[in-house]
């Protein structure tokens, strides 16, 4: 789900995280929601081809990172792609 807090998109990722998507530029607002609107799309195109990893639960903490990022882990935790669980 996708979220306008009127200065940033939130980008609900199911009950597993959530991402936010903001600028701080010192630039016209309707630069500042091209870029935005831009990085959401990137995201998105990004997750719906496995290149985004999720991790979390639905009680607790979560959170996600590039496929392709070696200094950012889950700690142990079950990571998922869009298409189900990843399997590393």
């Known amino acids: ?15 597993f995280t959530h991402g936010h998507f ?7 607002t309707a630069e500042k929601e091209k870029i935005i609107a831009e990085d959401v799309v990137r995201f998105l195109e990004d997750l719906f081809a496995d290149r ?6 639905h009680r607790g903490m979560g959170g996600w990172h590039p496929i392709d990022s070696h200094s950012l882990v889950s700690h142990g935790r079950k990571e998922y792609v869009w298409s189900g669980p990843r399997n590393i």
């Open 22 to 28: 903001s600028n701080y530029d010192k630039i016209p």
């Open 52 to 57: 985004i990893v999720m991790w979390g639960s």
């Open 1 to 15: 789900m996708l979220q306008d807090d009127d200065e940033e998109i939130t980008a609900f990722l199911g009950r």
